[in-house]
């Protein structure tokens, strides 16, 4: 068993048993008897290499997360952290109103303004959410504060999570 070809690889991103098959049914290595992966090195065991730009091809386009569905699981993660931004708002704007006495006008006159980035936040989508709230309108119970305060949340999430 000869080590044909060692790599530098990010390990946690490879399915070993689904690189092994690729690299088998490629016919880019004669006589392929299997690879190892330790420490962020691949090594590549058999007789000889017959496709090398193949086998690096093989290598490089391999991972076991499926873009797809990596970017489904994201949108989960925006859309759970959405629901609970929002949530954190209106309770927060709840005892705002309740602290001060302030009639029910106020809170539905914030949410309706915010309503187009308050559902692009609660659906995941914290960069439509940012340009959704370009649009808002500053003025009687929507304040600048309010307004930058909102913006904030989101730029820094969007800084922090794309």
Do not use: C
């Not at 730009?53 to 859309?79: F, P, V």
């Not at 119970?141 to 989101?154: G, H, S, W």
């Amino acid at each position: 068993m000869e080590n044909l070809k060692t790599y530098t690889i990010d390990e946690s991103l490879v399915n070993s048993s689904k690189l092994h098959n690729e690299i088998m049914l490629s016919n880019s290595i004669d006589g392929f008897i299997g690879i190892q992966i330790e420490n962020d090195e691949l090594s590549v065991y058999g007789n000889s290499i017959t496709d090398e730009t193949l086998l690096n091809s093989k290598i490089a386009n391999h991972s076991k997360i499926d873009s797809l569905n990596d970017e489904i699981a994201k949108y989960y993660e925006r859309q759970h952290d959405g629901k609970v931004a929002i949530i954190q708002l209106m309770a927060e704007l709840r005892l705002n109103a309740i602290a001060n006495n302030y009639p029910r006008i106020v809170n539905a006159t914030i949410e309706n303004a915010f309503w187009d980035v308050a559902i692009s936040i609660n659906n995941g989508w914290w960069i439509t959410a940012m340009e959704k709230s370009d649009l808002v309108v500053v003025g009687g119970y929507v304040t600048q504060e309010l307004k930058d305060r909102i913006q904030l949340k989101i730029s820094t999430y969007i800084s922090q999570n794309y």
